[in-house]
């Protein structure tokens, strides 16, 4: 009698680097992907038996990565991601899910002379662009079948996209403040109507399936959310992540959802009395330890 | 009227890093922990009106997990989770969940002339240990507070306890093939009878909530999942999850489902022909990427 | 009979991590320094005998850094290393020499409706500038204080001041070839005549300790790299190193000297005969290891 | 008229990670590698003209490396460190010197049963260990030839042998003050007789080239390091230093000189006083940024 069972499973390749070249022309085309593949699915005689027929392995999944780069046309990770999922689940029935992630680096074109150079190339983006699809078979999914996408939510069949931004540096030293808030045994922040808010931007936000320009939104995705940090009066960070989720839904109007993860990247002002100075909000240390990690999702009506 | 909507939120402290000492005698303890909690309830106003009145500071939560070091006695990471995560639903009801994930750094006693050493210590694991809780408000949890816990599993009202291990680092160098796989027009790998597994232990298990020794169970399981690594015969890395979890079931009562993730850390044979030589299963090149992941949980019937 | 002696020895403060925001009207200027400081000099007895009077706590040095950040004006990298540097030769008889690093986040303002924000930044540039200074107390310098900084060359007296960025990352797609070299019965690399080159640039040039806009020239020194970068068609890593090595020189008057360090970032194109495809050098596998590194410094005649 | 020069260059191929499985018997023996190849020599033309036909590829190094490591017995990383770079002087009358940096990650046996296990191993200590060798041609070395290695020193010709550990962590919870230090006007840290000692210890010791047992050397110099960090009454890091250096040097007779980089990891007594409450020495925040750093080297006499 068995007394275990396999209760989830999934499995895949991570950090999949590829770079594609399109030399349409002296002007190149550079993509830089870093792909993740995941997969569910009727995989349990694997780990249970040690039967490896239905087991496609992560090398194979690697080369198809490889392979789909050079035989199939995308001009943006969300199109790119869009293709891999789809290979697995029509190449293989007995898959129900297929995930994959992209982090694309951005590079820009070095200016040379007042030009844009044709095949040199820097980064002006200390972040990275994401591109994420779980495609799942239509019909199918098990109970055990957790998603795994950022949002953590997919549908019962089809496909969810997904694009986003990492990593997005943005600090602003004024029109910030954190006040009025909820004072118990355990408080000694002090109230501030003028602080540094400094935080790393992730956000993710859901797409059509349907053919819509990628680039475009991510372009006017990326410039909406930096021109509301900028410009917002931030009483705390959760009022400037829903600020900025408001921004999006407003200006973009291809997406129908937005999920924010802001840290809070403290700037703490120094005590620089026992030396007989006053610090008039000017000198600040950059702590990177605790920080304060901020959540949300900002939906249409 | 209001077109956009707040669908998800919640907020928290990271890397709350914390010592504690206890003195009981020549002989210290020493625990060393890096902390994180995450709340969910009444927030709602924060983010779309910035009235800061139900705002717990992610700053309070640091002191409240320093004071609460003082003020309580624990033993394990698991104990202090539990009382940092009761300690915010008790206080505060608007508060619906606290979450509270502990990374331990596990320091042994330097030995010294065959004794262990009273208040010396280096570290012996290279991995970590975790503790991770889940308090729940009773009754309450409205449909957009997704959990964020290692399993994503939380139950409606009360607490869900977690223990695990991160980062144990493990090879072996024989007793492990790959072959019978599903082959496909990408694939290239080629099977192999006598292949290195390394991987890097992911663990997190599901615990009681009652009195139990938690430091028992965790030595338990730890020297268990090494033992099972080392002893079994693998077909893939996804029987050998299989067979650790059935193993820590079978010898670990307490613990009710066990989650694993583990990555393929390939070691790949080096072709020396081009040298005049040949590599009978010798030298092999250790990649960081890219590389599989494994990912399984096992659970009682 | 003393039978060991303390050969060697200087210590410092690391990872002093300051914001500046100077208020100067609406239009803030802000600095984000990562601070080190190293001291070498007469503490041979702190070692040797636990005698601490002589000892600069290492705290001291932060706060030092703290202070002098708000007493003095400065406007680059390098002006406050120096401040900081000739403030410990000039209050210790006993320091004979102090190297201060300085690693500076390159904020950029946001532009808002084509304007950029008087108080708002991202990074435009993902690697960092550096300013480093070593100050010698002049006509000391004994023996065992052997210099730290990037060329580990210092005079006997007086300060040296170099500047240089870290971690420009930058990448051609076309005129970079690598043929014509030496062969010996353990290469397999096959000639190339189009190849991608990537590297992450690390670059220290020396620079006057007389007045000089440390900021103008910072700003020449990095667009002569990048347009040197560029615009040579490569035969090697080394070639384009030596390169731009002398365009900077020849643009910048003020550079006696610069070193490089270039990583290698090897694109290795993807076999796809196994899969039917030829890669007509458009697909590469981006790995991060192992990789090649290449040094030199040019220097003027 | 040649106005620039290339002042200093060397060049090389890191991050070669290398597996050695040797099956003598059912007990295997496991080395883990990895390898960083540093040449200086007659390269010039290289950088200045692209005459790339004294350039060794780095892409060669790194065949070098795994054809060597088959090739050729060795028990410790310091010997194959010999081996590799003898290899170079020996194959290329240009090349001047040979830098070989080797580090080992340290696996040890999984106890089963109380046996240890013949192929099955995990880590059982954080750190690293080093084995360096500089060889440089005798009757060579120009004055640009800087070296590279961990003490920056080396000879005229012929080899020279280190080995050493990398973030070998401790911490001690008594036995460690640090008083009676220098005040200045910015010195704002109090005296202590009872504080916190956590360190992540770097050590590199020069050994002979002449044959020794580099494996007991090892084995005995790390645990007469880690026993007098134990023992020793510290009144600083400076005097920690010095103790393991002198502890060092008497037991271990092959060694003639250590050097020592230890990072002061702070830990600092919380406040617990806003809340009531007394901290005797208990509660400690644990600081990864800024932190104190002490060189030092040890020598005879």
């Known amino acids: 009698m068995r007394v275990v069972r396999l209760a989830d499973n999934s499995y895949g390749k991570s950090d999949v680097r590829i770079t594609k070249v399109v030399r349409s022309g002296p002007t190149h085309t550079l993509y830089e992907f870093e792909v993740q ?51 697995f689940i029509e190449s293989f029935a007995h898959v129900r899910w297929a995930e994959v992630s992209i982090l694309q680096t951005l590079w820009s074109r070095i200016p040379v002379d007042g030009r844009l150079h044709e095949h040199a190339f820097t980064r002006e983006d200390s972040g990275l662009r994401v591109g994420h699809v779980r495609h799942e078979r239509s019909g199918g999914g098990a109970a055990g079948d957790a998603p795994r996408g950022p949002a953590g939510v997919a549908p019962r069949g089809g496909e969810a996209v997904r694009g986003g931004l990492r990593g997005l540096d943005v600090i602003k030293t004024t029109r910030s403040g954190f006040a009025d808030f909820l004072v118990d045994p355990y408080t000694t922040l002090k109230e501030t109507a003028d602080r540094i808010f400094a935080t790393r931007i992730d956000a993710t936000w859901e797409l059509p399936v349907t053919a819509v320009d990628y680039n475009r939104i991510f ?58 100075m006053s610090n008039a909000n000017e000198i600040f240390v950059a702590t990177r330890e605790p920080f304060g990690v901020i959540d949300g999702t900002v939906a249409r009506e």
Request: proline share 6%; net charge negative; hydrophobic share 35%.
């Open 37 to 87: 593949v995941r997969l569910g699915g009727d995989f349990e005689a694997v780990y249970t038996r040690g039967d490896n027929s239905s087991c496609i392995p992560t090398d194979t999944m690697k080369n198809t990565v490889y392979a789909l780069s050079h035989a199939r046309e995308f001009h943006s990770p969300e199109e790119f991601a869009r293709i891999i999922a789809s290979h």
């Open 219 to 276: 372009q006017d995705a990326r410039r909406t959310i930096l021109e509301a940090f900028a410009t917002h009066d931030s009483r705390s960070v959760q009022q400037t992540l829903y600020t900025m989720g408001e921004a999006l839904l407003a200006r973009v109007p291809e997406i129908a959802e937005v999920s924010f993860t802001l840290p809070n990247q403290h700037r703490i002002p120094v005590d620089l009395s026992p030396f007989g």
